[in-house]
């Protein structure tokens, strides 16, 4: 699992996160990068989730599956 942060376009503002289930970076990335793209913001960091981040993520929403 690995947790993406995305900004708003040119500055460090947290748009929103999201939690995905993947194989690979390379896939996490791949998906990360293609949801910014759709939403308009850009990839802040990606990151392996920590127990903590998926328990969390777990209780207040879905995490993605690519």
Partial sequence: MYFAEF???GTTEL???LLIQAPSKVAASDFAQEYASNWGVE???LTPA???QVRLYSLLSKPVEV
């Fill in 7 to 9: 900004a708003f376009a």
């Fill in 15 to 17: 748009a929103s996160q």
């Fill in 43 to 45: 990839l802040f960091s």
């Fill in 50 to 52: 920590t127990e903590k």
